[in-house]
Every structure is written in structure tokens, then in C-alpha cells.
């Protein structure tokens, strides 16, 4: 069965760039072998049912740890678009959140990335989704959202839209900067409902996203309300992390 699952033709739509790394690829960007038992043990810990949001970023801190350079940021997206084709994914979707470091600024990560998606040889097709962090102040994700914007007439065929990352119980959602981004001609991608919150659930749906991710707290039975269920059956939005091809047809062309 296990064979049988990995030679399927498989589309992933929700992949972290900086969740996505294997030890192998940690060991080739200078990690220590205390620091790849962390990364591993902490990807053991994401398979229970019972994880927590706080052991699911401090996965990302391990990777990103890892990944200042635009070097490695560069190696790290080689090696994740290699490791999803060996498991025969014929289209992939990375997002990613720019991020300045003391050697590397926000525009060279996504260069970086955007590089490493360009010399892609391989029978897969990438694209990229850029994000905006919650926790970030709102002159700190409005610079984020213009480099997004320039990167998305810099590179149209590759930075596809933009989405709402980072840990939910931090920052908020600031509509007016996604509804700039949609005229911009973005499409969005926003994580949605993953801790109980019914007013930035509504607010999210009524700017009508392409897509939102989780959405778990929607539902009545899972802490959401009726109201906004009803109002997500209404607005026939996907949801998850997997959606139908149809679906993402649309969204990418």
C-alpha cells in the first residue's frame, strides 16, 4: 500500500517551505547533530492528533535557524522541490514568508527561492505563495506586502498569491491590507479558524478568499458557530490542505 500511495500522481497545496526540511537537508546547511535530533523529534511530535500550536513552531525556529542565508535558503528550496518529486508530486505550492536576517534582506530571501523554483529541471511545476507573519506590526507587514506586490509583477508565472501565516493566537488580520492585495492581483490564501475566533473567521470570509487553510474552528461541533458555517457554505470557498483540481485550475491561471 505504502508503494502503491507514493507512485500516485499526487498535487500538494499546503507545504511550509521551512517545515518541509529533512535532516539530510539540515546537515547540508551546517546543522549539528543535536539540532537535527530536535528538527526530527519535533516532526515525530506534529504526527500525534494531540501536538500543539507551540510544538508546531518550534519546528519553524529549528529551520529557520538554519536557513539566514540566501545560500541555504536557495539549497533548502532545491532540496524540498527534489524530495516532493521523489514522492511523485507533479505540482507543488511552496509558501513562504520573507524575512530580513543580519547577512540577508527580505528581497534576496524571496530571490533566493524564486531562483531555486527557476532552475528546476525536473517534471514537477512549482509555484509560490508569499506570506504575511500576524505577529508583525502594520508598517512591518505593509513593507512585506509591497515587496509581495513587486515580486508578483517581477515574477507572474511563479509568486501566485500571498497568504496569512504565523501562530494564531499572536497579531490579528488586517483585511485592508489583503483586499490591497487582491487588487494587486494577488490571489489569497489565508490560514483561517485553526484557534476559536469567530469575528476574524467572518472577517476573512467576507473578503472572499481564494482559499483558507485549516479552517477548524468553523464548524459548530468543533468550536465554531452556526453562523459562520452557514456563512462558509455560502461563500463555497476551499478549505484545508487539499482542494480539487478544478479549484486550483482556476486559481493558478
Known sequence: ???????LPKIELHAHLNGSLS???????GCFDDCIG???KLNKLLERNSRTLNECF???????????TKEAVYVATKDVIQEFFDDNVIYLELRTTPRNEVDMTMEEYVEAVVKA????????IVKLLLSIDRRYELAASEDTMNLIIKMKSKYPDIVKGVDLSGNPNVGIFNSELFKKAKQSGLNLSLHCGEVKNDKEVEEMLLLNPDRIGHATCI???????????NLYRQKLIPAGKQFSIRSE?????
Open 1 to 7: 500500500m505504502n508503494e502503491f500511495c507514493k507512485n
Open 23 to 29: 535532516s539530510q537537508t539540515l546537515k547540508k546547511l
Open 38 to 40: 530536535e528538527y526530527q
Open 58 to 68: 518550534l519546528l519553524f525556529k529549528v529551520a529557520h535557524n538554519a536557513t539566514r
Open 117 to 124: 523554483i527557476q532552475d528546476n529541471k525536473l517534471n514537477i
Open 219 to 229: 464548524h459548530p461541533k468543533y468550536e465554531g458557530s452556526d453562523d459562520l458555517w
Open 249 to 253: 485550475l482556476n486559481f493558478f491561471t
